[in-house]
C-alpha cells in the first residue's frame, strides 16, 4: 500500500490541527492583529506568550468563532471553519475544551453540576451516567471526590483550576485552550498543574493551545513557543529559538533577569 502524503500537504503542514493564515481582527477602529499566520501542531502543548493587551484572548477567542474576523482563514482539523454549516459547527465545538482565565465557573452551581454543563447541552445522557462521567473526570484532574458536590467558593485557588479543566475537559475533547491556567497559584501549584497538563497530554494524546505569561510552564511544559507582537505571531519555535531572536520584545522578555534565573545556562546567550 503506498503511503503518499495528501497533495501539496508538507509533512509539517500535515499534522497542523489549527492553521490560521493573514488574520486581522479589530474592534472599531483599533486593529488587534494584522497579517497573523499561526500552526498548532497535532499532539504537542504550544505556549503562547505577548505582552499585555497584545490579543491573546481575542486570538484564542476568534479561533473558537466568539469574536469576528476581518480578513484571513482560519482552518481546523482542515476544515475552513467559515465553510461550515451550523451543524458541523456544532460538531467542531464538541473537539474543543476551554479553560478561561480566573476558571470562570458558575459560582451557584457544585463542582459536578459545572461539569455536567457542557454535557447536558450536547450529549442525552441519563443522570446515573451523568454522574459517573462527573466523578470520572474529577479524578482525572486530581481532585478528591469530596470535591464533586462543593461550590467554587469552597474550593482554593489550585482546586478551583483543576475544576475549571475537568470542565474543559467534560466532552473528550481534541484541544484544549488554557488561558494564563497557571496565574495565581504558589510555584508548587503551578508546576503540579503543568505536570497535569503535560500527563493528560500523553495520556489522552490532547493538543493544548496554553497562553501563558509563566516563564516556567514555558520551559517545563511547553514543547513549542509562539510569540505574539506587533499584531502578528514574530516567533515560533523551541526556546533556544525564541532565545536566539532579536525582536526588541523577546529579548526584552527573555532575556531579563526572571528568565535569565529560569533558563539552562546552555541556552543562555553571552
Ligand atoms: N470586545 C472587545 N471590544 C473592544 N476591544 C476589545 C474587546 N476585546 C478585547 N479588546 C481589546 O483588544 C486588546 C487585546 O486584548 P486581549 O485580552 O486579547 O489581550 P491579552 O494579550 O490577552 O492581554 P493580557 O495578557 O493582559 O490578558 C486589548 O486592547 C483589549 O482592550
Known amino acids: 500500500m503506498s503511503a503518499t502524503p495528501a497533495k501539496d500537504a508538507s509533512p509539517g503542514e500535515a499534522d497542523a490541527v489549527i492553521r490560521v493564515r493573514n488574520l486581522k481582527v479589530a474592534f472599531g477602529e483599533k486593529v488587534?492583529?494584522?497579517?497573523?499566520?499561526?500552526d498548532v501542531m497535532r499532539g504537542e502543548i504550544l505556549g503562547f506568550v505577548g505582552g499585555s493587551g497584545q490579543g491573546k484572548s481575542v486570538l484564542t477567542r476568534t479561533i473558537l468563532g466568539l469574536v469576528r474576523k476581518q480578513r484571513g482563514t482560519i482552518e481546523v482539523?482542515?476544515?475552513?471553519?467559515?465553510?461550515?454549516?451550523?451543524?458541523?459547527?456544532?460538531t467542531l465545538e464538541r473537539r474543543f475544551g476551554v479553560m478561561f482565565q480566573h476558571g470562570a465557573l458558575f459560582s451557584a452551581l457544585s463542582v459536578k453540576q459545572n461539569i455536567q454543563l457542557p454535557m447536558r447541552e450536547y450529549l442525552k445522557l441519563s443522570p446515573r451516567l451523568l454522574d459517573e462521567l462527573a466523578m470520572l473526570k474529577i479524578e482525572m484532574v486530581g481532585l478528591p471526590p469530596d470535591a464533586a458536590d462543593k461550590a467554587p467558593s469552597e474550593l482554593s485557588g489550585g482546586m478551583i483550576k483543576r475544576a475549571a479543566l475537568a470542565r474543559a475537559l467534560a466532552l473528550d475533547p481534541e484541544i484544549v485552550f488554557l488561558d494564563e491556567p497557571t496565574s495565581g497559584l504558589d510555584p508548587i501549584g503551578?508546576?503540579?498543574f503543568d505536570e497535569l497538563i503535560m500527563t493528560l497530554k500523553q495520556t489522552l494524546g490532547l493538543t493544548v493551545f496554553m497562553v501563558t505569561h509563566d516563564l516556567d510552564s514555558l520551559f517545563v511544559a511547553c514543547d513549542r513557543i509562539a510569540a505574539l507582537a506587533d499584531?502578528?505571531?514574530?516567533?515560533?519555535?523551541?526556546?533556544?529559538?525564541?532565545?536566539?531572536?532579536?525582536?526588541p520584545w523577546l529579548k526584552a522578555y527573555f532575556g531579563g533577569e526572571r528568565a535569565r534565573a529560569?533558563?539552562?545556562?546552555d541556552n543562555l546567550r553571552t
Open 190 to 192: 503551578a508546576a503540579d
Open 77 to 90: 482539523f482542515g476544515e475552513d471553519v467559515d465553510k461550515l454549516d451550523q451543524r458541523a459547527h456544532r
Open 262 to 265: 529560569r533558563l539552562p545556562k
Open 32 to 38: 488587534i492583529m494584522d497579517g497573523l499566520d499561526l
Open 231 to 247: 499584531k502578528r505571531v514574530i516567533a515560533v519555535g523551541s526556546l533556544a529559538d525564541m532565545l536566539a531572536s532579536d525582536h
